[in-house]
């Protein structure tokens, strides 16, 4: 059964720093995208930041491009985000999803990744 546990959410000042950590069971992490999606209220679901562990490709979304870093550690079956100089527009709560991609990254988009985490609250402000 696969399942994704995010952790590492909170309250940060703005300029600060979170890592979030998303971690995978029930399947490795051989052949499968991983990402990071966020939803804030009102807004619909993007995505923020994907790897593939078939190539090692990455994506990130323009408004996250320099600040946030994904990375992954398949011994752990964990994959990272590091967030840095946070902003308020940062504020969501941020999902960690997965789905088999043996090609390589598919579209950054919700509807292409099967397995889902319930997602952490990420809230930037002073």
């Known amino acids: 059964q696969v399942q994704l546990v995010e952790s590492g959410g909170g309250l940060v000042q703005p300029g600060g720093s979170l890592r979030l950590s998303c971690a995978a069971s029930?399947?490795?992490?051989?052949?499968?995208?991983i990402g990071w999606f966020r939803q804030a209220p009102g807004k619909e679901r993007e995505g923020v930041s994907c790897i593939s562990s078939s190539d090692g490709s990455t994506y990130y979304a323009d408004s996250v491009k320099g600040r946030f870093t994904i990375s992954g550690d398949n011994a752990k079956r964990t994959v990272y985000l590091q967030m840095n100089s946070l902003k308020p527009e940062d504020t969501a709560v941020y999902y960690c999803a997965a789905t088999i991609a043996p090609m390589g990254l598919p579209a950054a988009h919700p509807s292409s990744y099967d397995y889902w985490g319930r997602g952490t609250q990420v809230t930037v402000s002073s």
């Open positions: 029930g399947f490795t992490l051989d052949y499968y995208a």
